[in-house]
């Protein structure tokens, strides 16, 4: 399995250690606009007008300081940076060495700033959304669309791609058709009804990550998927469901309370 997730935007400042080094991260193709987007990003991040350009309030002009010195700060594993919802129900950062294995193979997490890294990649704390116009870059997610497809294109062609990404960051990266493509969906259940929500989806997306990186048996398909979810249904889950979609695309959707 392939199984993406977004970046978080709360985040942990590692308090020590080496800096950055963008040749160690992994899908090292992605290494050059890598370095072109943390140019750009430190250079905006100097303006006078900073926030303005990257679309953020004056409660993050600290972030967006430190934005400034991503070259020299304290890196960490992407695991322990990102610290949202999603990644504290997954437990990312607290894996057992098996499943942290598993993880590192199977797992990326879609960045505005890095591309695609792995939990294990050790990356500072920044602040960068996909949806910025980035200058000189303009829109983020189409300068990342073919550096993407050249670092992941081969990685899910053949294998079940587990889709967990919010729409900017699903923009950056479409999956290729040799791959099995299953979209993340969470519904909450009241009265009988059913409707899409955006409360407590990225803690049952973590928790569904959290199940797939742990369970005894690997996923393969999207049957396997489902098969999966299912082991959640009455813990976790009311439901779930693997709805077919158009050339090879499902929806996998997560019912709760």
Known sequence: MLLLLPPSEGKSVPDDGAPLDLASLSSPSLTGHRKAVLR????ASR?????????????LADEVARNVSLATAPAAPAAQVYSGVLYAAAG???LAPAAA???????????????????????PAYRLSMGTRL??????????????????????????VIDC????????????????????????ELDGRRSV??????????????HLLTRP?????????????????????????????????????LVVS
């Open 165 to 188: 990404r919010s729409a900017p960051y699903a923009a950056a990266w479409k999956v290729p058709a040799g791959a099995e493509h299953v979209a993340v969906r969470v519904l909450r």
């Open 101 to 123: 294995a598993r993880a590192e193979d199977s797992v990326r997490i879609v960045s505005a700033l890095w591309g695609a890294v792995s939990p294990g990649d050790r990356i």
């Open 135 to 160: 200058p000189p870059l303009g829109a983020l997610a189409p300068t990342w669309r073919p550096h993407l497809a050249g670092a992941l294109d081969a990685r899910a062609t053949g294998d079940v």
């Open 92 to 94: 990312l950062a607290d």
């Open 217 to 253: 048996d690997p996923v393969h398909t999207a049957e396997d998927l489902l098969k999966a979810a299912y082991e959640l249904v009455g813990t976790a889950l009311l439901d779930a469901t693997l709805l077919p979609g158009a050339r090879g695309a499902s929806t996998l959707e």
């Open 47 to 59: 303006r006078r007008d900073a926030l303005d350009v990257l679309g953020v309030s004056s409660g």
């Open 40 to 43: 750009a990003l430190v250079a």
């Open 197 to 210: 929500v955006s409360h407590n989806a990225k803690h049952t997306r973590g928790v569904l990550t959290g």
